[in-house]
């Protein structure tokens, strides 16, 4: 069966983020700034959204010039870990839509691949329908909005994403490959960088279909031996490289929806165990310990809240997971009237096991909240 991958790219995200946050910003040109230490006089553009970049204005442009074009534009502060914050609620979502648990692959803040081959069967219409709830998901509990491309491999999912945006889908089937890429200009091919394009151009290479049809010798001679079979294979649409887990991350969470808006706290306390169930499988995986619980609630406005606690030992057990949770959902249920949405658990502070579980298992002091 050929694979079917989803890329998913949000939208203008830090200024997405600020523009929901601040209704007042709403069709306003609205910049996000990463400030030096010389303060509003230095720094850059960290990302804006398209009001601005209709003005000129575009990631990594000095601030100050970015003012210059746009005086009346809105300009504010990085707040990096409010996004990250958003970004996990966002992979929570993207993750619970992947065939299983490994087919999943964060490739950054706001971008993530998925492998739904077995969820579709196959199917590029049913993958378009399952593309379309994914954008429609994460509009409802987060929104902001997200392009999502589709296709048979990760370079085609990939470039699909970026094809139509901002909230767009894309759907490239195997059959429609060679035309999709095929008019491109080479710079659009994921991977080629200014000095490669240079180079090409040089050779007269003007397309990504110029590139496909060039001698894989040509461009080995060129550009060495494993660059130019890439280039070669990539201009053909071919791409074999797996969705795979970064399992650099320091932290396993996850996330689910209740079957509806409740507070009940039986309903909530299923959905718990289930979740603490998937949590811990994947700790024992990879053989770690964890010495921090969060746990996530969105309510039926989707607003979101987070309470953690760090545990007096690093510890692997489902017991104490499972009752450090249900307490938080307690405290949140006495905290608040809303029903709950959507409800997540997350380990952090791995380390790795060294065996001796039951010697460790306290639990318990310095509970913090935000
Ligand atoms: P991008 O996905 O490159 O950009 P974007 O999401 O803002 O816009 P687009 O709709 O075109 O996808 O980057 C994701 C975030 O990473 C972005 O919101 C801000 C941050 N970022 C920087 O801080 N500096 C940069 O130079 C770039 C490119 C991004
Ligand atoms: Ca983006």
Request: net charge negative; aromatic share 6%; charged share 30%.
């Amino acid at each position: 069966m050929e694979r079917v991958i989803v890329h998913v790219d949000m939208d203008y995200f830090y200024a997405a983020i600020e523009e929901r946050e601040d209704p007042s910003l709403k069709g306003k040109a609205v910049v996000v700034c990463m400030y030096s230490n010389r303060g509003e006089e230095g720094g850059a553009v960290s990302t804006c959204n398209y009001v601005a970049r209709d003005a000129g204005i575009h990631s990594a442009m000095p601030c100050r010039k970015a003012r210059s074009i746009k005086p009346d534009a809105v300009f504010l502060p990085v707040r990096k870990e409010f996004y990250e914050e958003v970004s996990e609620s966002v992979m929570e979502i993207l993750h619970s839509s992947a065939d299983k648990e490994e087919a999943f692959e964060k490739v950054s803040i706001d971008e993530a691949f998925l492998e739904i081959t077995e969820t579709c069967d196959g199917d590029f219409d049913k993958a378009q329908k399952l593309g379309m709830e994914i954008k429609g998901e994460v509009k409802k509990s987060e929104r902001i909005t997200c392009s999502v491309g589709i296709g048979p491999n990760k370079l085609i999912a990939k470039m699909a994403s970026s094809f139509n945006k901002p909230d767009g889908i894309t759907v490239i089937r195997p059959e429609n490959v060679q035309e999709f890429l095929g008019a491109m200009p080479i710079k659009k091919l994921w991977g080629i960088g200014r000095v490669t394009e240079e180079k090409l151009t040089e050779m007269g290479i003007v397309t990504i279909a110029d590139l496909a049809d060039r001698d894989v010798m040509e461009l080995i001679d060129a550009f060495g031996k494993n660059r130019g079979t890439w280039l070669k294979q990539s201009a053909s649409g071919i791409d074999e490289s797996p969705v795979k887990e970064r399992t650099s991350s320091d932290q396993i969470g996850r996330m689910a929806s209740l079957k509806h808006d409740t507070r009940d706290e039986k309903m909530i306390s299923e959905l718990m165990d289930e979740l603490v169930d998937s949590v811990m499988s994947k700790a024992v995986a990879r053989n770690v310990v964890f010495g921090t619980v969060t746990t996530t609630v969105i309510f039926s406005n989707f607003k979101t809240s987070t309470k953690s606690k760090t545990l007096t030992h690093a510890v692997s057990d489902k017991d104490i997971l499972n009752r450090n949770a249900m307490e938080m959902m307690q405290q949140f249920l006495r905290e608040s009237t809303l029903n709950f949405r959507r409800i997540g658990i997350r380990i952090g502070n791995l380390q790795e096991r060294t065996g001796q579980k039951s010697l460790f298992d306290f639990y318990g002091v310095n509970a913090c909240q935000h």
